[in-house]
């Protein structure tokens, strides 16, 4: 459904633009829905330009601040009209240190929006991360996402799950001088990371749709939404559910344990922080489709409840996305 989502068109602080659970390309399937077009298998193929969380120096430290770096991400995606659909994205970092491409992914899932009264869908994603000092690392390279929205009323009210999970083994070499000589010994150590995060967002939206705004057979989707996500926030990642900016101090502490190992085993960690209040946010999508080309700008104004960033703060995505 992240980029909060990352199927097709989603691009966010984290991979997607995410209009609290909903992905772009399925706020097109709904739109297509509401002016009863007739579904049917097409690829789609797309570039999208966002910010992603990054260090803001030339190597990672879990102390420094957190800046927002601009990407591009190209995606392709299949959509079947019986409602499953596939797809692949890569993130493509501006003014990186090492790997621009901080991240590709896979998704697969289903989407129900042939109802007039609900929308409901199911998806996973598999993360995958190359080498990259810029961004903050994390063990969540697997997610499973599942949303549902009523839409029988004006309001609409949805609520969207996320579950993350996955392992990250790290290799460093660390230095000891012996005595008063210059000979110094070199000791692998090992570390592994195993985590997950779970999160849950209540939203409540309504859709907003005109036709035939400059030419004849354009139409737009403008959404404005409210969101409340509740859930774990261990780790950094581009969970659908959690793409706010956060410094996570179990990373920290999973890293001082590493550095603490002095016989060179391996160190494994986990995870075991609550469920809580993360963040409230209000979103304004729009879609605007003409022919078989979509654009899609979104801005999203969040407040973190949680850690020690709680200062309202806000994001801007766009995407342009081709129908074949």
Not at 2 to 22: D, E, N, P, T, Y
Not at 27 to 52: F, H, P, T, W
Not at 78 to 104: C, I, M, Q, T, V
Not at 294 to 312: A, D
Request: overall charge neutral.
């Amino acid at each position: 459904m992240r980029k909060h989502w990352c199927i097709i068109w989603a691009s966010l602080l984290g991979c997607s633009a995410v209009v609290k659970g909903q992905s772009l390309a399925e706020l097109e399937r709904q739109l297509d829905s509401l002016l009863q077009k007739q579904a049917k298998n097409e690829v789609l193929i797309g570039i999208g330009y966002g910010n992603n969380p990054a260090y803001g120096a030339k190597t990672p430290d879990y102390e420094q601040p957190i800046v927002m770096k601009d990407f591009l991400a190209p995606s392709v995606a299949y959509y079947h009209k019986s409602g499953f659909f596939g797809a692949l994205n890569a993130y493509y970092l501006f003014n990186s240190e090492k790997n621009p491409w901080f991240e590709w992914d896979l998704s697969a899932g289903y989407d129900y929006t042939k109802s007039r009264r609900f929308l409901a869908g199911i998806s996973y994603t598999r993360y995958f991360f190359p080498d990259s000092s810029d961004v903050p690392a994390t063990p969540i390279n697997n997610e499973l996402f599942a949303y549902f929205y009523y839409r029988g009323w004006w309001l609409q009210p949805g609520i969207s799950l996320d579950f993350g999970w996955g392992s990250r083994t790290d290799q460093v070499t660390e230095y000891r001088q012996i005595g008063r000589s210059p000979l110094r010994i070199g000791e692998e150590i090992t570390s592994k990371v195993s985590g997950s995060d779970f999160n849950m967002i209540l939203a409540l939206r309504h859709p907003f749709i005109f036709i035939d705004v400059l030419k004849y057979d354009d139409a737009i989707l403008l959404t404005p939404s409210l969101g409340f996500t509740a859930g774990t926030a261990n780790y950094y990642s581009n969970m659908k559910g959690f793409q706010y900016i956060t410094r996570s101090a179990k990373i920290k502490n999973d890293i001082q344990k590493s550095k603490k190992n002095s016989n060179g085993e391996p160190v494994e960690t986990e995870d075991h922080t609550g469920f809580e209040p993360r963040a409230v946010d209000v979103t304004l999508h729009l879609s605007y489709m003409i022919g078989k080309i979509t654009f899609t700008p979104s801005y999203t104004v969040f407040k973190p409840l949680q850690g020690e960033e709680q200062n309202i703060m806000g994001y801007f995505t766009a995407r342009i996305s081709l129908a074949l």
